[in-house]
């Protein structure tokens, strides 16, 4: 993917030659960051409806599993499919389709009749959701230079846990206030006004005629030295994102069992997007200072650290809350710092799909972590003991990015 940075630098060196790159680049960046935080509001919306939708269909909160299984499921295809199309039909016309498809699902969630529509409904936002986040951080990153890449994807990532944030606010008051359905209409009505911007605002990037795009295929992603770190990263995102969005989804019915009342459940998911959201700001520096894999690992092992604080320590209530943003902070930066990662990691051809598999692994972790949490609370298990076995997989995050850090200092290049 040609870079607007570079193209303009190239035209001249006359003021109004670079700052017209400039403003493009912003324009990017700014219309990437507004698609993932929308894409983070309506990916853990599912899971602070979900106490509320269970007490009025008369269900346990168990019987939402097949939901989040779907959001998670959906957004692997998204996150597969992403570099392909976008090698074809450009990254705005994988965004625009992105945001059209999560925001039409949304709306039409609104008006699930039962639980089997609703995790068909959750399956085809999920698509659109996957399918976004790839193409835009690439894009947003193809715009500045090399040096400021690693910063940008970080910066448009965040946008996962701002999204998130916002939601868990104003969701429990909307819930509240107009019912569940509000939620997912107000995520339906959000991506139809980003639309113009997604279409007029980036650019135009397609394939000459004629010309088979070249790279991008999962293959590259194995070559010339890449295989092992392509593993461990994959490993890191597996396991770190298996405890993420297990928290993410089952912490609003997990904090019941902490003393919340069911309004105020949605803050579980508030406090953890706003401690990601101050872990992906200090994540921009302190990876400049010391490299984002030596972060990574620092931060997976405080958030098992902070889960394991919430597991077995007597907490109160806010004591749990300073934790629970803990343990955003620490874990959510993780989920960022992979795409990062992912960025500086693969030539440009080969990004968009190295950005979609790396989280295609995750989020099939993902899949696999709100079910296990669904099956411990089936089972009867104490939401404590459930919090706690989180730990495991975000230790093994943690030894997989050490090892990565390790072989990026004995081969930089």
């Avoid at 000459?208 to 293959?219: F, K, L, Q, V």
């Amino acid at each position: 993917m040609n870079s607007v940075y570079q193209a303009g630098v190239a035209a001249g060196d006359a003021p109004a030659a670079r700052q017209e790159p400039a403003r493009i680049a912003w324009r990017v960046v700014i219309i990437s960051l507004l698609t993932i935080f929308l894409d983070g509001f309506d990916t853990t919306s599912i899971g602070f409806v979900a106490p509320t939708l269970a007490r009025q269909w008369g269900l346990v909160p168990a019987a939402f599993t097949p939901a989040f299984v779907g959001t998670s499921l959906g957004a692997v295809i998204g996150y597969m499919i992403s570099g392909p199309l976008a090698r074809r039909f450009g990254g705005r016309g994988v965004i625009f389709a992105s945001v059209l498809v999560f925001g039409l699902g949304s709306l039409l969630t609104a008006f699930a009749p039962n639980l089997p529509m609703l995790a068909l409904l959750r399956l085809l936002t999920g698509i659109g959701l996957g399918a976004a986040l790839p193409a835009a951080v690439a894009l947003a990153a193809a715009q500045c230079p090399d040096r400021h890449r690693e910063m940008i994807a970080v910066a448009v990532t965040s946008g996962i846990g701002l999204g998130s944030t916002f939601g868990g606010v104003v969701g429990g008051r909307m819930i509240a206030a107009y019912g569940w359905e509000s939620v997912f209409i107000l995520g339906g009505v959000l991506p139809a006004l980003l639309l113009p911007l997604v279409w007029w605002g980036l650019p135009a990037e397609r394939p000459a005629p004629g010309r088979a795009p070249e790279g991008g295929t999962i293959g590259s992603l194995f070559i010339a030295g890449l295989a092992l770190r392509t593993t461990l990263l994959w490993s890191f995102s597996f396991m770190l994102f298996l405890a993420v969005y297990a928290l993410y989804f089952w912490l609003p019915t997990l904090l019941l069992d902490f003393g919340f009342k069911p309004q105020e459940t949605p803050l579980g998911t508030a406090f953890l997007g706003m401690g990601g959201l101050a872990g992906a700001l200090l994540l921009i520096p302190l990876s400049a200072r010391f490299g984002a894999a030596r972060v990574l690992v620092a931060s997976s092992v405080l958030g098992a650290l902070a889960i394991a604080c919430i597991g077995v320590a007597a907490l109160d209530r806010q004591q749990v809350i300073i934790t629970i943003v803990v343990t955003g902070a620490a874990l959510l930066a993780g989920t960022v710092g992979q795409s990062a990662l992912a960025v500086t990691l693969y030539p440009g051809p080969a990004r968009t799909t190295g950005i979609g598999c790396a989280a295609a692994l995750g989020r099939i972790g993902s899949i696999l972590g709100p079910a296990a949490g669904g099956l411990l609370l089936s089972l009867g298990k104490p939401a404590r003991e459930i919090v706690l076995t989180a730990c495991i997989p975000v230790l093994i995050a943690a030894f997989a990015m050490l090892l990565l850090a390790y072989v990026q200092q004995r081969n930089p290049s």
